[in-house]
């Protein structure tokens, strides 16, 4: 019989050999477990190397926020930097044992292992802000047994690899708390729409009951639920003795103020934004320029892209209104008569706004006049001003006929939803005059009143807002603007409403330039052996192509006989144009565009591209431009300034090809020019030369041209000589002054300005580029599916506006600039084709020096005694004898009057008329005429043009 202290022992030994095998069981239990998680652990390299995913965002040069790209909103914020309380709430919420634990708490654990063998499910967790991490770094949310196992698991190894404000900090910045956002700084932007460290503690509260359940507890979509969340947490720091009872009484009395707040541009720069997300798409991959925290800062300047966006919205919705009104928005049906302001609302939330339109109620209709309402303004009116252009309107290719209103009710009724866009106030009659102390002691004394103090002068009452009935337009346009010396890109609207199209424009849409591409056709002509003064004609051609017949004609319709180059340019005389290029060669012209950046493959070998048959972009047209507004020299067009990464530190600045005036060439890159040597000296700039020099130059000896250091300045090419460039510029500055762009002078009144206009056949196409030493813009108005723009739509109506309006603000203030003839070559006047008068007989051109070549503004040498270039005109054109002019002077016409059969005597007495419109880019079969009768007939008043003009059928190509 066993005695109690045998039963004892027994008892014992049993016991500890079971616990020895339960030890065994769990030891081997655990080291399976961990032997068969372990593989699937991240390396400690990994844990250290986590990385946050934050947004591209991009910016103006001048540090305006132009938009972000990424899924996850995020803004980085350290511990050190993070409000304590802040912190505490945190801990309150989630885990108020994190600074003792070792990333287990096994207390936690305990009790939801209890609660798991009571109920039988999993009900309530034991994680830790350490296990979290693992969650959201490494793990699923899924609720398992394996998912747990490598939670702990993973949570005890960041513990032993990383300290506990390590691990706080990425918690702070990887926690989702709904609404897109990731971190507690970016929920502080999105929530109340400021820092971290401008919250309030309730507001910290608010965010610490987020994480367990961003929708369940999200204080936008469910508002009590989110406020009893708050309270428990500020309960929680009460009992953990982080605040006090005060601090708790005051921050649960408040009502939940969050209210959502999207990452807002500071500027409306959809097209830019769009451009940068491809460019460091393709640079850097999709999910790294979308995670990488990037940021962009662009070229683009921010007060000239608001200005370009106005520009081309104006220039749009001037068009469409002279083409007629389509209609209302839509229409509110049962509309009650009695309407509340928030019942207003509820129904405007349906109708968002588009390209600047803002939708509006209809409440009454006068007869002169509409009520309306819209959230921006409230109730309002509308002036019978701003509507009685609705007309009702029918183009056709050679006209525009309109049903105009004779009231409001012709145009809109009651519960019609319209669209309205601001205007400016119209402008008082007459300012209210000062009256001075003098006029008032004058006037005081004619009415017997005494006058001690001067009278206070009454400030007019503020301008009232002012609404114009609007539509959304269907034609499209384009701008961009470009620093000449450089290629940067300060501004850019590739489209009405990028979010109705986004479609860019400005790089995207290959449209016929017009006549915007003759420069580069003269430009040609001025590198083999014509010049300003050269004669040509304008004349009737007949071209025949297969079975069809080409008669390219005038915008007028009329025929000018001889002309000048310059004259021909400036005039955008289509048949001249055509002249010229066949006494140049297609090939040489086209191998001419080439040098400024346009496509071989675009434009077509044949006699058309005199007329802008290719196809280019608006910003393919802006950069071969620019050459001529640099003097010469080719850029490469850029938007991306620097980028830097998410730390500030700078990974990319760009290099751009620069333009330097006074740098010898780069032996790697030769001038093209012909094979003639580069003028010495080339450019000067008048106003201000130093902002024309690069920053960097390893030779400042003014005898010896300066070298450039590769290594930090790339020096643009030389693609055509100083002389072509400034000869080309002085004759667009003519289109300004005289030409198709006279509209712009009463409004910029600047000497610096040069430019040229482009119409497409039946103006489909409307253009217009111009420039000075300092900013170059090139504007185009179109619809997406070619179709004509309306009789009379030319470049000058429909496209140069845009240019003035956005140019205007851009010169603004600034001084002229011109880039002036150094060197050796100079400034030679020779008369026009025009027959002027004897003190206009003289224009500028650029010629050699030390031809026997003799100029001043009295004076003109033989005509026999200038170069070749300069004689080419008709034998029948004579030298009239020495004439006295204004000075008494004895000066020379070039030619002049012969018998009735002068050119310059009949033109002299008729109105010059502006060309613009192409001749039929696709040619045509006569049905009425001959070919022979159509090149013979004679206009009126001009003379026959004999071998001048072709009278035959001849091959275009």
């Not at 939801?112 to 039988?120: E, S």
């Not at 608010?206 to 507890?217: I, R, V, Y």
């Not at 667009?732 to 712009?744: D, N, P």
Request: net charge positive; aromatic share 8%.
């Amino acid at each position: 019989m066993m005695n109690v202290k045998q039963y004892f022992y027994k008892t014992l030994r049993t016991t500890l050999l079971m616990m020895f095998l339960l030890v065994m069981i769990a030891g081997t239990l655990g080291a399976t477990i961990i032997l068969y998680f372990l593989p699937q652990m991240p390396s400690t390299e990994t844990l250290k190397d986590v990385r946050l995913q934050i947004p591209l965002r991009v910016y103006t040069q001048d540090n305006i926020f132009v938009g972000e790209f990424g899924e996850q909103r995020r803004i980085p914020v350290a511990t050190n930097q993070t409000p304590p309380l802040m912190i505490k709430a945190i801990l309150a919420a989630e885990d108020d044992r994190f600074y003792e634990h070792p990333g287990v708490d096994i207390k936690s654990l305990m009790r939801a292992v209890f609660n798991l063998l009571k109920v039988g499910e999993i009900q309530q967790g034991a994680s830790t802000i350490t296990m979290q991490i693992t969650r959201n770094f490494f793990l699923t949310r899924e609720r398992t047994f394996s998912r747990k196992f490598k939670e702990i698991l993973l949570a005890l190894k960041i513990e032993r690899e990383l300290s506990k404000d390590e691990i706080m900090e990425l918690y702070l910045n990887k926690v989702f708390l709904g609404n897109r956002a990731y971190g507690f700084g970016a929920a502080a932007q999105v929530y109340y729409g400021r820092n971290l460290d401008q919250l309030t503690l309730a507001e910290w509260a608010m965010l610490a009951g987020l994480p367990k359940a961003p929708s369940a507890n999200n204080p936008l979509s469910n508002a009590e639920t989110a406020i009893d969340r708050r309270n428990y947490v500020l309960e929680r720091m009460v009992k953990l003795g982080y605040i006090d009872s005060g601090q708790y009484e005051a921050a649960i009395s408040l009502p939940s103020t969050a209210t959502l707040h999207r990452s807002t541009p500071e500027i409306e720069a959809p097209y830019l934004a769009e451009m940068v997300r491809a460019y460091m798409q393709e640079h850097y991959g999709e999910e790294e320029a979308y995670t990488g925290g990037f940021k962009v800062i662009t070229t683009v300047d921010s007060q000239l892209q608001r200005v370009a966006q106005v520009a081309l919205r104006h220039a749009l919705w001037t068009y469409d209104e002279r083409h007629g009104y389509r209609g209302v928005f839509t229409h509110e049906k049962k509309l009650p008569k009695d309407l509340t302001d928030e019942k207003k609302d509820e129904i405007l939330k349906k109708y968002p706004t588009q390209g600047g339109l803002i939708p509006s109620l209809v409440l009454q209709v006068k007869e002169k006049a509409v009520v309306a309402f819209n959230t921006v303004s409230g109730e309002f009116e509308i002036e019978w001003d701003d509507l009685s252009w609705a007309n009702r309107c029918y183009r056709s290719q050679h006209a525009t006929k309109c049903r105009y209103p004779k009231s409001a009710w012709d145009i809109t009724k009651r519960g019609d939803i319209i669209l309205v866009r601001k205007v400016k106030p119209k402008a008082e009659a007459e300012p209210p005059k000062r009256i001075t102390t003098k006029s008032a002691k004058l006037v005081a004394t004619k009415a017997s009143i005494d006058v001690t103090t001067p009278p206070v002068e009454e400030k007019p009452a503020p301008p009232k807002k002012r609404w114009r009935l609007a539509q959304i337009p269907v034609v499209e346009g384009a701008i961009v603007s470009l620093r000449p010396n450089d290629g940067a890109t300060i501004a850019l609207a590739g489209g009405f409403n990028f979010y109705q199209s986004k479609f860019n424009r400005v790089v995207q849409a290959e449209r016929q330039p017009g006549s915007s591409f003759k420069p580069f056709i003269y430009s040609a002509a001025l590198e083999n052996h014509f010049s300003p003064g050269s004669i040509l004609i304008d004349a009737p051609m007949v071209f025949k192509v297969g079975n069809k017949v080409w008669r390219p004609h005038n915008y007028s319709g009329t025929f000018y006989g001889a002309t000048t180059l310059k004259d021909a340019l400036t005039f955008s005389r289509n048949l001249a144009s055509i002249y010229l290029l066949r006494k140049v060669g297609i090939d040489r012209a086209i191998d001419h565009a080439i040098r400024f950046g346009f496509q071989r493959d675009k434009i077509p070998r044949n006699l058309t591209i005199a007329l802008g048959t290719c196809v280019v972009t608006p910003l393919e047209l802006a950069t071969g431009y620019a050459t001529f507004a640099n003097g010469g020299y080719k850029i490469e067009p850029y938007f991306v300034r620097r980028i830097e990464n998410m730390e500030g530190k700078e990974i990319y600045v760009a290099n751009p090809l620069q333009v330097c005036y006074h740098c010898a060439p780069p032996t790697n890159k030769p001038v093209i020019n012909k094979g003639k040597p580069m003028e010495a000296g080339g450019l000067i700039a008048t106003a201000n030369a130093s902002t024309l020099q690069p920053t960097v130059l390893t030779s400042t000896d003014s005898s010896q041209p300066a070298t450039v250091d590769n290594a930090s300045f790339r020096m643009a090419p030389q693609i055509i000589s100083p002389r072509n460039a400034l000869t080309m510029t002085d004759i667009l500055k003519e289109v300004v002054r005289r030409g198709t762009a006279k509209a712009m002078n009463k409004q910029l009144k600047r000497d610096d300005i040069a430019g040229k206009t482009g119409t497409t056949n039946n103006e489909r196409d409307a253009w217009f580029s111009g420039y000075t030493p300092d900013i170059l813009t090139t504007t185009w108005v179109g619809f997406d599916k070619p179709r004509s723009l309306g009789h009379g739509e030319t470049g000058g109506r429909a496209a140069l506006p845009m240019w003035i309006e956005f140019m205007k603000y851009a010169l603004k203030d600034k001084p002229v600039k011109i880039l002036e003839a150094s060197g050796n070559f100079k400034i030679l006047s020779v008369p026009t084709s025009k027959g002027a008068k004897e003190r206009e007989v003289v224009e500028e051109t650029y010629v050699p020096r030390g031809k026997n070549i003799v100029a001043s503004k009295n004076r003109l040498t033989e005509f026999r005694d200038m170069p070749k270039p300069f004689r080419d005109v008709p034998k029948s054109l004579k030298l009239n004898k020495k004439v006295p002019n204004k000075n008494g002077n004895p000066a020379r016409k070039l030619y002049a009057s012969n018998n009735s059969s002068s050119f310059a005597s009949n033109r002299s007495n008729k109105k010059e008329k502006v060309e613009e419109k192409e001749s039929k880019n696709a040619p045509t079969v006569s049905k009425s005429k001959s070919a022979g009768s159509t090149a013979h007939k004679n206009p009126p008043n001009k003379r026959r043009l004999g071998a001048f003009a072709p009278t035959n059928e001849e091959q275009l190509f």
